[in-house]
């Protein structure tokens, strides 16, 4: 069906880990995602986002610690250690190895390939998913624990509608007991409308 390509994982440009970013270092997913407070979509970070740490950390702290030790064993001051995806990460950027502009040079958007993507007769709105607290896992899967992103669920109408139908739209509330006119004001919509515009 459209849509489904649940366990699509493709090869990136750079080699991001969400287990890396998400998991061990326990970063939120709106930090670099932060589209998905006020737009329909959560978005790719820019890369300059990336320079926020990225400015400093320029390789793996085993790396560094290995350069360290390398550096006083040979009586010399430590090299500045860049790892491969980090310097593809600064050629985007149209910076050197020291984070310095290149001359002439342009920078230029990383050429992320897509892992979620809905076909285009369906209208998803991050909005109202991150504003009642629906973490990102319940549709993205265990990102803190992917290497290499993937699509978790089969985004499947049916998979979005079995949601809707379950989960009252105030967390921790259960419909039980609630009148049909409050249960359809405490509900999330499941109408044709909501998603196909």
């Known amino acids: 069906m459209p849509g489904d390509d649940q366990g699509y994982a493709p090869e990136q440009p750079i080699a991001f880990s969400h287990r890396l970013h998400a998991g061990e270092l326990e970063m ?10 006020w737009s329909r979509h959560a978005g ?6 990336c320079m926020n740490c990225h400015q400093s950390v320029t390789a793996s702290l085993d790396a560094v610690a290995e350069e ?12 500045t250690v860049v790892s491969p995806d980090l310097a593809r990460l600064y050629g985007y950027l149209g910076l050197d190895e020291n984070r310095k502009p290149v001359p002439g040079a342009e920078p230029q958007p990383v050429p992320w390939v897509r892992v ?8 998803f709105d991050h909005r109202p998913h ?9 549709c993205h899967g265990p990102v803190e624990g ?16 079995d949601c809707h139908r379950s989960n009252p739209a105030v967390p921790g509330h259960s419909l039980e007991g609630l009148d049909p006119r409050e ?5 999330v919509p499941t109408d044709c409308s909501t998603c196909h515009l």
Do not use: T
């Open 146 to 161: 992917m290497e290499r992103m993937q699509q978790w669920s089969d985004l499947s109408m049916g998979w979005c509608l």
């Open 183 to 187: 249960r359809s004001l405490a509900s």
């Open 130 to 138: 991150v504003r009642r607290g629906i973490q990102c896992q319940q």
């Open 116 to 123: 979620h993507d809905l076909p285009d007769f369906v209208w």
């Open 44 to 49: 790719v970070p820019p890369a300059e986002l």
């Open 28 to 37: 939120d997913c709106l930090y670099c995602h932060y589209g998905a407070r």
């Open 68 to 79: 360290r030790a390398r550096a006083e064993e040979e009586g010399r001051e430590p090299q």
